[in-house]
């Protein structure tokens, strides 16, 4: 999750930079616009026979998403060492035909066909564990349904509230079978096979893949004679924008779909098992039929991309599925062009910072890029370790030494840190009468700071 491709940033693919060029922008505004906390769903079809479907409705929630409470002295914890705990319930109803449709958003109509609920009471450490972007909790409801037009809503409850809120209305089709014109795609984390046994992990984040991540497509092929797939589908991944691929682009990524990666399911389910929720498949003479393509997305840069199959045969794409990549810990000031390169003030001088920041967005980009590549310590590799670590310091200076008066980065100890890195020791001295003082000792220097109030503002007094 930490091999990160820092040198493709996520400024110019995220809505949020299209919102701060219509105004002023700060770090500050930029954080409080991209500091939200995180939910997922996605709902897979696996076809059972020629008249039954299993549909499943997946979601997953970050720690930061849920309301953790500080545990009471008369709870049992499932450990001594956990502090803090989070009721969480899901309920999902499934509705025929299509959803009533308003100027504002699309309503739940129709018979309801399937209802079920999962609920689970997450437990945690410290109170750093519940803001966690990377601990979460996650489930699946699943039931069985006919070929036809559905439409099915969440609804949510948190923090041991009896109210529900209901999520989107998502529409959902389920297929004939044996009659599947159009490929059906699932993003897993990896697959395995034993014998006659086939499972993948569902990577459950919606419609995203992890940035630097590899993953592993699995793919639902349309009803084809089986004698006619060996080589017939070629897949591949493409930058794209708003959804549709841009033309210009090669392809980043491109392959013959071989018998080496094609398998007849005789029987599928999911099931959430431990902490994953697994796909499984068991295999034989008859089935219907899937492939699977290992991507190497560790290659790729931070952008939204376009999954294709074609049929080579009728030379047609015969599926489609927008993905975007997802940098969880992203430091914020990458999320636009403006303040990445107004953070550059403290390693370039002012002429070097207005050359920069000249010309039209495009020549700013390939100035910025251009900026970093000349310094990145492994060009050969789409990860800068030395851009990443530089504006990590920058979001660390802003949440440790910010005052009511000064952002973090702006202060005096936020500029060190910036410059030098954290310090090997830090000696903070309380003194009669006298200002509080923290020394910062470094290899081959050693920073002397000075409270100059009662509000976490520190100046450098010294400096050897």
């Not at 490929?183 to 992990?201: C, K, R």
């Not at 018998?259 to 003479?285: D, N, P």
Request: glycine share 6%; no cysteine; aromatic share 10%.
């Amino acid at each position: 999750m930490h091999r990160i491709t820092g040198f493709l940033i996520a400024i110019l693919l995220f809505s949020v930079a299209d919102i701060n060029a219509q105004r002023q922008n700060s770090y500050k505004s930029l954080l409080r616009q991209i500091d939200q906390p995180s939910a997922f769903s996605d709902h897979v079809v696996l076809p059972q026979n020629d008249s039954t479907s299993v549909a499943a409705v997946l979601f997953r929630m970050e720690h930061d998403f849920l309301p953790f409470l500080k545990k009471r002295s008369n709870m049992d914890a499932p450990a001594d060492d956990l502090e803090y705990f989070a009721p969480v319930r899901i309920g999902l109803e499934v509705f025929e035909g299509e959803p009533r449709k308003s100027r504002r958003q699309s309503t739940p109509s129709g018979v309801s066909v399937f209802r079920d609920m999962w609920s689970d009471t997450v437990w945690v450490s410290t109170f750093e564990d519940t803001r966690s972007r990377f601990d979460h909790t996650q489930g699946v409801l699943s039931g069985s349904l006919s070929p036809g037009e559905y439409h099915y809503q969440i609804q949510l409850a948190r923090g041991g509230s009896e109210r529900e809120l209901p999520s989107q209305v998502r529409p959902i089709t389920v297929a004939n079978p044996s009659e599947l014109e159009k490929a059906d795609f699932m993003i897993t984390n990896s697959l395995e096979m034993s014998g006659n046994a086939i499972s993948a992990v569902m990577l459950n984040y919606g419609q995203n893949v992890l940035y630097g991540q590899d993953y592993t497509v699995l793919i639902r092929l349309p009803s084809a004679e089986a004698d006619d797939l060996e080589e017939r589908y070629e897949l591949s991944v493409q930058r794209s924008q708003d959804g549709e691929a841009i033309s210009s682009a090669e392809p980043h990524f491109k392959k013959m779909i071989g018998s080496e990666s094609l398998f007849l399911a005789s029987e599928s389910s999911i099931s959430k098992q431990g902490e994953k929720i697994s796909l499984q498949f068991q295999t034989g003479e008859n089935g219907f039929r899937y492939a699977f393509v290992n991507i190497p997305n560790v290659e790729f840069e931070n952008a939204e991309y376009k999954i294709e199959l074609k049929d080579l045969t009728q030379d047609q794409v015969v599926g489609e599925k927008t993905i975007q990549s997802r940098w969880i810990d992203m430091p914020v000031s990458l999320y636009n062009l403006d303040i990445a390169i107004e953070m550059l003030k403290f390693i370039v001088s002012d002429r070097e910072l207005r050359n920069l920041s000249s010309g039209s967005k495009t020549e700013q980009e390939r100035k910025f890029r251009e900026f970093w590549a000349e310094r990145d310590p492994t060009p050969d590799t789409e990860y800068n370790e030395l851009m990443a670590e530089y504006y990590q310091r920058i979001d660390y200076a802003y949440q440790n030494f910010s005052s009511l008066q000064v952002p973090g980065y702006e202060s005096d100890r936020g500029r060190a840190y910036i410059l030098y890195g954290p310090p090997d020791n830090i000696d903070r001295r309380l003194l009669p009468n006298q200002p509080t003082r923290e020394i910062w000792e470094y290899p081959n220097r050693e920073l002397i700071f000075e409270a100059t109030s009662g509000l976490g503002d520190f100046k450098l007094v010294s400096e050897s």
